[in-house]
T-cell receptor, first 113, second 112 residues
């Protein structure tokens, strides 16, 4: 069964600390995405990748890095976490053709204190 | 640039009411249009998509018709149930780069 798995599901981090959010997909999809969800702002694209070892900036990349070491794995890295990065983060994957809509993970709730 | 507008932040209905959630888009050509549903504590789930003018997408009793003239893709359901309470997202996609743009979402609350 197609799946996108995120870890951890929730995390509390301290301001200035480093945070890594992980995503693993078993869909054999080329594209992977990281979205941020805030109340009233819907889903905003942070970074995405269409091939291993390469990432692209989305609409709100500042303060975030991404890493795609393999087709299955895609990480989001906050080198210096800030209060404003408290949000729910979603990973998604989709196939190359664009004929399938992106499949989302369950989300990671991040609280930066 | 491409964008999606959902005018209602929240819609409150009673069971068996008719639902319309409005979605308008701004984009050139014929982008793909999607509806997603998100239940509390879960990720967004794909409902259906359409990619051609006048094409109707449907799933689980929900439907929407791609309208190029009015640049709209409004979500409708004839008779809502309490279990339909969720956040609904309209989204726009491009096949040439696989990027998806989401609206701000509409919270549907259905009272028994």
């Amino acid at each position: 069964e197609a799946a996108v798995t995120q870890s951890p599901r929730s995390k509390v981090a301290v301001t200035g600390g480093k945070v890594t959010l992980s995503c693993h997909q078993t869909n054999n999809h080329d594209y992977m995405y990281w979205y941020r969800q805030d109340t009233g702002h819907g889903l905003r694209l942070i970074h995405y990748s269409y091939v291993a070892d390469s990432t692209e900036k989305g609409d709100i990349p500042d303060g975030y890095k991404a890493s795609r070491p393999s087709q299955e794995n895609f990480s989001l890295i906050l080198e210096l976490a800030s209060l404003s990065q408290t949000a729910v983060y979603f990973c998604a994957s989709s196939d190359r053709t664009g004929n399938q809509a992106p499949l989302f993970g369950e989300g990671t709730r991040l609280s930066v204190l | 640039g491409d964008s999606v507008t959902q005018t209602e932040g929240q819609v409150a209905l009673s069971e068996e009411d008719f639902l319309t959630i409005h979605c308008n888009y701004s984009a050139s050509g014929y982008p793909a249009l999607f509806w997603y549903v998100q239940y509390p504590g879960e990720g967004p789930q794909f409902l259906f998509r359409a990619s051609r003018d006048k094409e109707k997408g449907s799933s689980r009793g929900f439907e929407a018709t791609y309208n190029k003239e009015t640049t709209s893709f409004h979500l409708q359901k004839a008779s809502v149930q309490e279990s339909d309470s969720a956040v609904y997202y309209c989204a726009l996609g491009r096949n040439n780069n696989n990027r998806i743009f989401f609206g701000d979402g509409t919270q549907l609350v259905v009272k028994p």
